[in-house]
């Protein structure tokens, strides 16, 4: 899986092709297991489990001889690396205890189903959040640049205002009145 030369990715993004297409979508860690429509062909394609930081696997792939056939593959857990930041402000450890020995099989099996419900929601709106997040920094980004430019563009008009009150003060002969820029 090649990178596209405008793909900027992060420790936190998992990159995988398309089932489907073959195009490479790129989501962040939180949006593993979904089902996601993919932009380029439309059709539901499941984010596949984060394998560590791309960049890293993409690196690791290139230096890598091809493995045989008659080699048996590495298990999943080997080629996760550590990570190298927690996530932004996380939770902190909560430590509860279960008991489900009073607990028939039945119940026990409702439940966990609404726990997979549960999870599945939780991780969805997790995934939303990001996304409102990355957006929101995207949008500061641009702003900043904007400020940024109106910033010069003013310096620039301000310069221009103080070379044309000169000129025009010189051009009157030192008698006429000059606009002072501001």
């Given at each position: ?70 080699q048996?593959?590495a ?19 909560r ?18 189903t ?42 620039d ?13 010189l ?12």
């Open positions: 899986m090649a990178n596209p030369p405008d793909l900027d990715l992060t420790e936190r993004d998992i990159q995988f092709d398309c089932t489907h297409c073959g195009n490479v979508l790129v989501v962040d860690r939180d949006g593993e297991g979904l089902m996601l429509d993919c932009p380029h062909c439309g059709k539901q394609v499941k984010v596949p489990a984060y394998r560590g930081d791309p960049r890293k696997l993409a690196a690791a792939a290139r230096s890598t001889p091809p493995v045989q056939a008659e048996p593959a298990p999943a857990a080997a080629e996760v690396p550590a990570r190298s930041t927690p996530p932004a402000e996380p939770a902190p450890p430590k509860r205890e279960f008991h489900f020995e009073a607990v028939d099989a039945e119940t026990l099996r409702k439940r966990e609404e726990l997979r419900q549960l999870l599945k929601e939780n991780q969805s709106q997790r995934v939303e959040i990001q996304g409102y997040i990355n957006q929101a920094t995207i949008q500061l980004h641009r702003n900043q640049l904007k400020l940024r430019k109106l910033i010069e563009r003013q310096q008009f301000e310069a221009e205002m103080t070379a044309l009150a000169r000129h025009l003060g051009a009157a002969g030192g008698g006429g009145a000059a606009v002072a820029p501001k």
